[in-house]
């Protein structure tokens, strides 16, 4: 469970994120049925994007949109306590585990659920990327990512090698956004 699929469909994702912006006027950090956002944003509260996680078929859909990031490979990662408290974000705790696994797509004893590949920040501070979380829920089953703490989003300094638990040696945490929820 918690298998990193890459190459989700983009309208599938837009579709949702923008049915849960319209018909249900979400704001970032609020969850509203099958759809959680989060801000992403400095220790300064400087703003760096949002990501937008959805309820599948069969796990959670993923989008990140970053800006105003070094350019770059950066690690990104679930954290599993929705706090992103300044200066250094550690108060979102470790990646989101609920499989108890060791970090990373490389590591033959991982992947964290809340492992993701490196998100590639441009020349113009910008940058995306997709995946689904297969066999993980918003909020309910086995592994819902929005327990009673809830969750945050983590973007860090360096890329994240894929391998090396826990966190796969990507430095520190430059953006953080909460995931508001519970059961």
Aim: charged share 15%; proline share 6%.
């Amino acid at each position: 469970m918690g298998q990193l699929n890459v190459g989700l469909s983009a309208m599938v994702l837009l579709s949702l994120s923008a049915a849960g912006c319209s018909q249900n006027g979400i704001s970032p950090g609020e969850v509203s049925g099958n759809v959680a956002r989060a801000a992403l944003a400095a220790a300064d509260e400087t703003p760096h994007g949002e990501v937008i996680v959805a309820q599948g078929d069969n796990g959670l859909l993923v989008n990140i949109t970053a800006k105003g990031l070094p350019p770059g490979p950066h690690g990104v990662h679930i954290h599993e306590t929705g706090k992103c408290e300044a200066p250094d974000f550690k108060s979102a705790g470790g990646h989101w585990n609920p499989s108890d696994k060791q970090h990373g797509f490389d590591n033959p004893q991982g992947a964290h659920a809340g492992d993701f590949f490196n998100l590639d920040i441009g020349a113009d501070g910008s940058g995306a990327l997709e995946a689904t979380i297969s066999g993980a829920s918003l909020s309910d089953g086995e592994n819902p990512l929005l327990d009673a703490d809830g969750a945050a989003f983590v973007v860090h300094a360096g890329p994240d090698d894929l391998k090396t638990d826990p966190s796969g040696e990507s430095g520190g945490r430059l953006a953080c956004g909460v995931f508001v929820g519970g059961r």
